[in-house]
Each structure stands twice: as structure tokens, then as C-alpha cells.
């Protein structure tokens, strides 16, 4: 009887590992996602070579996290599990079921402005899949090239503004708007400290340890009510002075990757 090469994960229930997880799956030839429970998931792989090559990379980098190979029967599991498949991505392909179609951003790359594949990159986006964001207004501090204020909109943000002083990263900018239909979003050149905004239900700043300390008091003003703030581009010895910054906010999600931290305050 043939069987499929897969890798129990378990650890997962109460942790902020699991989206992370997702993505870093995106590295390798999988062929589904059960998600068994909260706390524990099969991962499917395409053959025996990618499992060993998966495991000895994801298990390092999520050592919170246990993985144990099994050799599953195919005894119609995949009918039997239908319901919890997740979308898969083979080189150019990505394959969903119709409950869970993933949403795509096209960024074009170029020189200094994100293109999502920084670990802070997709600790934000990871952050703001976590947030109802249908109908909210979002303001993307140090914007670049606007994937992460893309990506709100893509998400239901009904008013979304993306900021930054480089004349560059705003074209940058508008040129990966127009290469994602559906997207709505403001772009502007100019300073945090000067520059007239709004405030915003959900601020997004990817900037650095201290500049997100310095501009603290800014942030905390252009929040809303009961909004939320996602911080990153700061590194875990930075992170104790840079939620201090932020006074009565308190950290609502945290994440971190290779050594860099995204926290969500309320």
C-alpha cells in the first residue's frame, strides 16, 4: 500500500508559531496541511528527500516546536481530511481549495524597498492577518514599497494610508499598487514628525529599534481609541526599551524570527 512521507508537528496550541510556520512551509514540496487540532498538525510532503530536508531545517528554526516523521497509509486520507487542507505552493503554483485561496501580492523588487522576504516583512504580515481589519483604517509608517499597506487593503482595511520621506519608495510604491487590482491605498511623501495625518484604527511602522522609540509619543497620538499598534525592525535586546516607549500600551501578540520581534500593542 502506498504511504505519504509526513511530519507530525505538535506544540503548536497557545503560540504565535503557527503562521510562521505556514510560511516557512512554502520552501518546500508539500503536498497538504492537516490540521488535526489546535496544537498539532500533519504535514504531507511530496517524497521521502523532502521531508529530511524539511525537518532539518524547520526543526532548528522552531525549537519551541516538536517534529516527528510517519509514514502515513494512503487509506483515502486526503478525502478524509479535506477539510482542513490548506493552500500549497510548487514553484510558480500555487493549488487551493476553494475555502482557503490565498492572497497574492505582486511586489516588483528593487533596489532598498521590501519585497517580503525579510523576517520583519512577515512578522507584520503575519500580525495583521491576526486582526479584524474589515471596515478599519490603517496608516503604514516607512511604507517602502507598500507591500505591507497592500496587503491590509487586500485584507478588508476600508481606509488605508501609506507614508514615507523617500520620494523613491513612494514611486517604488505606487508602482506595485498598480500591479495588484483591488488594492486601495494613499501614498505620501513626508516626515512623520511634520506631516499632517489622520489617525488610524491599526498603525503600521516597520522601522528600527530607535526610530520607533523616538517617534513613540508621535504613534501613540495618531492611534485610535482602543486601535492597535504593530511594531518591528527591532531585534530581541532592543525590545524591552521599545515597548517601554509606548507607556500604558501593553503587548497584545508577539512574534519572532532569526532574532527580530514584532509586537502588537493595544
Known amino acids: 500500500m502506498k504511504t505519504w512521507p509526513a511530519l507530525v508537528v505538535a506544540g503548536l496550541s497557545g503560540t504565535d508559531q503557527a503562521d510562521l510556520l505556514q510560511a516557512a512551509l512554502t520552501d518546500y514540496e508539500i503536498a497538504a496541511i492537516d490540521e488535526a487540532s489546535d496544537d498539532s498538525w500533519r504535514v504531507f510532503f511530496q517524497d521521502d528527500a523532502g521531508r529530511t530536508r524539511a525537518l532539518g531545517a524547520l526543526a532548528p528554526r522552531f525549537p519551541s516546536l516538536t517534529f516527528h516523521p510517519l509514514d502515513v497509509a494512503d487509506e483515502d486520507w486526503a478525502a478524509r481530511s479535506q477539510a482542513n487542507l490548506r493552500a500549497i505552493q510548487v514553484g510558480r503554483i500555487v493549488v487551493a481549495p476553494p475555502w482557503d485561496v490565498p492572497t497574492t501580492i505582486v511586489i516588483q523588487p528593487s533596489m532598498g524597498f521590501g519585497t517580503g522576504h525579510h523576517a520583519t516583512t512577515r512578522l507584520c504580515l503575519a500580525a495583521l492577518q491576526r486582526l479584524a481589519l474589515a471596515g478599519r483604517s490603517v496608516l503604514d509608517v516607512g511604507t517602502g514599497s507598500g507591500v505591507l499597506a497592500i496587503a ?7 481606509d488605508v494610508t501609506g507614508l514615507d520621506d523617500d520620494a523613491d519608495a513612494i ?4 508602482e506595485n499598487l ?9 501614498l505620501i511623501v513626508g ?3 511634520s506631516t499632517e495625518l489622520v489617525p488610524a484604527d491599526v498603525i503600521l511602522a516597520n522601522l528600527t529599534g530607535s526610530l520607533l522609540i523616538t517617534s513613540a509619543e508621535r504613534l501613540r497620538k495618531l492611534t485610535n481609541a482602543h486601535g492597535r499598534l504593530i511594531l518591528s525592525g527591532f531585534q530581541t535586546h532592543e ?5 517601554a516607549a509606548y507607556g500604558a500600551f501593553t503587548v497584545e501578540q508577539r512574534g519572532e524570527e532569526d532574532g527580530w520581534v514584532c509586537v502588537t500593542l493595544m
Not at 491590509?152 to 476600508?158: C, F, I, V
Not at 514611486?171 to 505606487?174: M, S
Not at 525590545?239 to 515597548?243: I, L, Q
Open 178 to 186: 498598480a500591479l495588484n487590482p483591488g488594492a486601495t491605498v494613499s
Open 239 to 243: 525590545e524591552r526599551d521599545v515597548v
Open 171 to 174: 514611486h517604488a510604491a505606487w
Open 152 to 158: 491590509a487593503s487586500r485584507l478588508g482595511a476600508g
Open 191 to 193: 516626515d512623520l514628525r
